[in-house]
């Protein structure tokens, strides 16, 4: 690399300003009209020995510098004993955010930004410091602007409304607009609305609805009697039903046994068994379940797969059901199907508390890849026969 190459110039100016840009400080600066120009920018010039070892270069380096629009290149005067006094720069400077616009081409997205600026000053002025900090983000979204600003004005007329996103009636805004910029708005409304109108407890895009008071789809579960005995309807004993939440919180099937799965053909195929009763579980997200007090009285068994997610789960689902028993889950099961082996994709690598010590052992083998690189047996790759024995061994023991 030319010692050259070291010196500051116009394109190494340009990227300080194209950082200051990327990290949104310019824009900012229209929001807190607070100004940090002049602004000085860094300059590497030439040694004292490259002065005069490269005399010609220097002279280039320095026109070019002085000849850059929208820069102003402070000088002083060096003293060399070969060549005598020369003006040499010491300093560079933008001395307007103007000047910084324009030489990173970005004045028209400053005008754009400055509308912006100015309408949530009109409307909301309380999202200005989110409009400071997130000035890029908020650029992205000018087209939307207008729209986000009135729908939580409408929120704010309408605070927990009881109602679906559906029907919230504001010109020009589709309740798909709302879902699709649920994490800005979450953002601006926390600011926005009083605490007593936010339920804290719901997070995230999925706990939109419930933290701001809408109704929400209701949770439905997937379940089915595995004991004729206990039919979930008359006459219906192998019935496949789905139920919203409530309905489900509400229902008494007084067996002694709940099982839950993850795989849906395991759903279906899974032995019928005395006083049981079988739910899919699809995945993460078990707080509908922690609504049914009959559910604390059974004995509750989780099926997931051999893998950190699949413990993972198991570890939520004991959040709200502390007694929860994992089934075939354990390195017996494991080793039996070497075989059928496969990988996991991206392993969870946080501690999960309510395991226990058997559990657990396996879960930090997993990890830790000490077995074989993130491993995983899928639970329909269990023999099936393997299933029926552990399901009789625990009817045997009752």
Request: glycine share 6%; aromatic share 8%; proline share 5%.
């Amino acid at each position: 690399m030319s010692r050259k190459s070291t010196w500051t110039g116009p394109r190494e100016l340009r990227e300080q300003l194209q950082r200051l840009w990327d990290r949104g400080e310019l824009l900012k600066e229209i929001v807190t009209e607070e100004s940090s120009f002049p602004r000085r920018l860094t300059l590497n010039g030439p040694s004292s020995a490259q002065l005069a070892e490269r005399f010609e270069r220097v002279r280039v380096w320095i026109a070019e510098l002085c000849a850059l629009p929208h820069y102003r290149v402070e000088l002083h005067e060096i003293r060399h004993r070969l060549l005598g006094a020369n003006l040499v720069p010491k300093a560079v400077w933008v001395d307007s955010l103007e000047d910084a616009l324009t030489l990173l081409g970005k004045r028209r997205e400053a005008a754009r930004f400055r509308e912006l600026v100015e309408l949530t000053r009109q409307c909301q002025p309380e999202l200005l410091p989110w409009l400071a900090a997130r000035s890029r983000k908020a650029l992205a979204l000018a087209q939307d602007w207008e729209r986000l600003l009135a729908v939580v004005a409408w929120i704010e007329a309408h605070p927990r409304p009881g109602i679906y996103l559906r029907q919230v009636d504001i010109p020009g805004v589709h309740s798909k607009f709302i879902e699709a910029h649920r994490g800005v708005l979450s953002q601006w409304l926390d600011r926005l609305m009083p605490s007593q109108a936010v339920d804290h407890t719901a997070v995230g895009v999925t706990g939109f609805a419930r933290r701001y008071g809408f109704r929400d789809k209701p949770q439905r579960i997937r379940l089915r009697a595995l004991d004729p005995a206990h039919a979930l309807l008359p006459g219906l004993s192998e019935a496949d039903l789905t139920l919203d939440a409530d309905s489900f919180a509400r229902l008494q099937p007084r067996v002694r046994r709940v099982f839950i799965t993850e795989n849906e053909i395991n759903y279906l195929a899974f032995p019928p068994l005395s006083d049981s009763l079988l739910l899919f579980g699809a995945g993460y997200g078990f707080e509908v379940l922690a609504e049914a007090e009959w559910l604390q009285r059974c004995h509750v068994h989780y099926w997931g797969d051999i893998d950190t997610h699949g413990f993972a789960i198991l570890d939520q689902l004991r959040g709200c059901l502390p007694r929860a028993r994992s089934l075939l889950m354990d390195r017996g099961t494991l080793l039996a199907f070497e075989a059928q082996w496969g990988q996991e994709e991206k392993q969870i690598q946080r501690d999960l508390p309510r395991l226990d010590a058997e559990e657990r052992s396996l879960y930090d083998a997993l990890r830790d890849n000490r077995i074989r690189v993130n491993l995983r047996l899928e639970q329909e790759r269990i023999g099936f026969g393997w299933v029926e024995n552990a399901l009789e061994a625990m009817a045997e023991d009752g």
